[in-house]
């Protein structure tokens, strides 16, 4: 009697290769590891609130870095996801009705009724130049 050795591949066996998919237990520690390490350093990064301005005080501040084409800075009333207040960086590109457009650095535009902004200052120009 003869005997033959038959070796199959694991194609011919219809198993079908996971790529990707046989890694992914190995890249999810990795990746809790990554998002604990980044919501750390989100705390470190809180921002506090600033002084509360009155409004007259804001819409001379506005009035000023609109008519000067000054870049501001400006904390809002609204609380982000991650319960910090929202600040952004920004130029006033104007006003229509109750809504006060800003123009951020990536050329986004957001709208805020006035009541809505908590604290503004006015920004370095050297300072706004280097942000992204």
């Keep these: 009697m003869i005997r033959k050795t038959v070796r199959l591949t694991?194609?011919?066996m219809t198993y079908k290769d996971r790529g990707k998919m046989k890694w992914q237990g190995l890249m999810l520690s990795?990746?809790?590891?990554a998002i604990k390490k980044r919501s750390l350093a989100q705390?470190?990064?809180?921002?506090?609130?600033?002084?509360?301005?009155?409004l007259i005080e804001?819409?001379?501040?506005?009035?000023?870095?609109?008519?000067?084409?000054?870049?501001i800075s400006i904390q809002?009333?609204?609380l982000k996801m991650d319960n910090n207040l929202q600040e952004y960086n920004c130029l006033v590109a104007g006003n229509y009705e109750?809504?006060?457009y800003f123009s951020l650095k990536n050329d986004q535009v957001i709208k805020t009724p006035l009541e809505n902004i908590r604290h503004?200052?006015?920004?370095?120009p050297i300072i706004w130049q280097r942000l992204k």
């Design 76 to 78: 809002m009333n609204t």
């Design 43 to 54: 705390q470190k990064e809180e921002i506090l609130p600033k002084a509360r301005l009155s």
């Design 98 to 100: 109750d809504e006060i």
């Design 58 to 71: 804001i819409g001379k501040k506005l009035s000023f870095a609109h008519q000067n084409n000054k870049p």
């Design 10 to 12: 694991p194609d011919q």
């Design 120 to 124: 503004l200052e006015l920004l370095d």
């Design 30 to 33: 990795d990746h809790s590891e």
